[in-house]
């Protein structure tokens, strides 16, 4: 597993590995300057640039990487030794020929012989055996990035939102998970709003968020993160989407939320009268194209 470190990337990396092998090394790609600064394709690679060394008794038979700065490692192993086969998620905005597969999410609109497409964002997540009785719904909230914007008026929208449908299922428990990228702001509305109302996890103690993927009836999730929304739908719940305002639009990203619509996964939160039930098959991509990537790797033999 090669990276960044980010867990945003480290949890597709995994997902997929894990379809694979138990015995799985992690990597954070580490650069000197200036290839820890710029984008592959722009100066030639050569060993001493990597902080991190690999030697060849401990040489993998498959990379899986993601993330740009992974990409430099991936590139060199694969040049110096060819047998490794090397897995790239997402667009590494060089060719794809430089990859035995690239597995791409349908929103960014890849194709090629090598190219994978997923549906949204793979994950480690399983569906859980049990089917959960609890009478959960789970709030995972974002926060402000390059295409969206998370003030605090949209605080305070999604917080009465939620003290409405408390108002409207007196038994419903309602947890609420913020993350890394939620502001300090944000989380002091919620707790201020949503206090008396339900269980805030705010970056303190255990993060409930494995438990919740696994034990909530209904999930809100907020628009700006395709992962957490993809990973909420391996439980086959419902999942509501609170929409924030755009920055700048994004087909991407606007191509996404249309897709999980379609599949039935997904729900707009704005103006629901009350909460409903509908169910779709778990969405589990790291399973699926894992299955494919080991049907290749043996008609292709690679």
């Known amino acids: 597993m090669v990276t960044d470190g980010s867990e945003g990337m480290v949890t597709q990396v995994r997902g997929l590995a894990d379809q694979f092998s138990s015995n799985i090394k992690e990597i954070k790609?580490?650069?000197?300057?200036?290839?820890?600064?710029?984008?592959?394709?722009?100066?030639?690679?050569?060993?001493?640039?990597?902080?991190?060394?690999?030697?060849?008794?401990?040489?993998?038979?498959?990379?899986?990487?993601?993330?740009?700065?992974?990409?430099?490692?991936?590139?060199?192993?694969?040049?110096?030794?060819?047998?490794?086969?090397?897995?790239?998620?997402?667009?590494?905005?060089?060719?794809?020929?430089?990859?035995?597969?690239?597995?791409?999410?349908?929103?960014?609109?890849?194709?090629?012989?090598?190219?994978?497409?997923?549906?949204?964002?793979?994950?480690?997540?399983?569906?859980?055996?049990?089917?959960?009785?609890?009478?959960?719904?789970?709030?995972?909230?974002?926060?402000?990035?390059?295409?969206?914007?998370?003030?605090?008026?949209?605080?305070?929208?999604?917080?009465?939102?939620?003290?409405?449908?408390?108002?409207?299922?007196?038994?419903?428990?309602?947890?609420?998970?913020?993350?890394?990228?939620?502001?300090?702001?944000?989380?002091d509305i919620l707790l201020n709003k949503l206090s008396d109302t339900a269980s805030i996890w705010t970056g303190n103690g255990e993060n409930p968020y494995k438990f919740s993927i696994s034990n909530s009836k209904y999930f809100i999730v907020t628009s700006d993160s395709t992962s957490m929304i993809s990973e909420a739908a391996i439980s086959g719940r419902p999942i509501y989407i609170y929409h924030l305002p755009f920055k700048r639009k994004s087909k991407r990203i606007s191509s996404f939320h249309k897709e999980f619509v379609k599949l039935g996964i997904t729900r707009e939160l704005e103006n629901i009268e009350g909460l409903e039930n509908w169910s779709y098959d778990p969405l589990n991509e790291s399973e699926r194209i894992g299955s494919i990537i080991k049907k290749r790797i043996i008609e292709e033999n690679i």
Not at 86 to 115: A, E, L, R, T, W
Not at 123 to 130: D, E, L, Q
Request: overall charge positive; some cysteine.
């Open 29 to 187: 790609a580490d650069l000197i300057f200036p290839w820890n600064k710029l984008q592959p394709g722009f100066l030639p690679i050569f060993k001493w640039i990597f902080k991190n060394q690999i030697h060849k008794d401990d040489l993998p038979d498959m990379i899986i990487s993601c993330g740009r700065k992974s990409v430099y490692l991936s590139l060199y192993l694969k040049k110096k030794y060819k047998k490794i086969i090397n897995i790239h998620i997402q667009n590494p905005k060089i060719s794809s020929k430089k990859f035995n597969f690239i597995v791409s999410p349908n929103h960014d609109n890849q194709k090629g012989s090598n190219i994978i497409n997923s549906v949204g964002a793979l994950h480690y997540f399983k569906k859980s055996i049990n089917s959960s009785n609890k009478n959960l719904l789970t709030c995972i909230i974002g926060g402000d990035n390059q295409h969206y914007y998370f003030n605090n008026n949209e605080a305070i929208k999604l917080s009465n939102q939620l003290l409405k449908i408390k108002k409207q299922n007196l038994g419903l428990e309602i947890l609420v998970i913020t993350s890394r990228r939620t502001s300090k702001q944000i989380k």
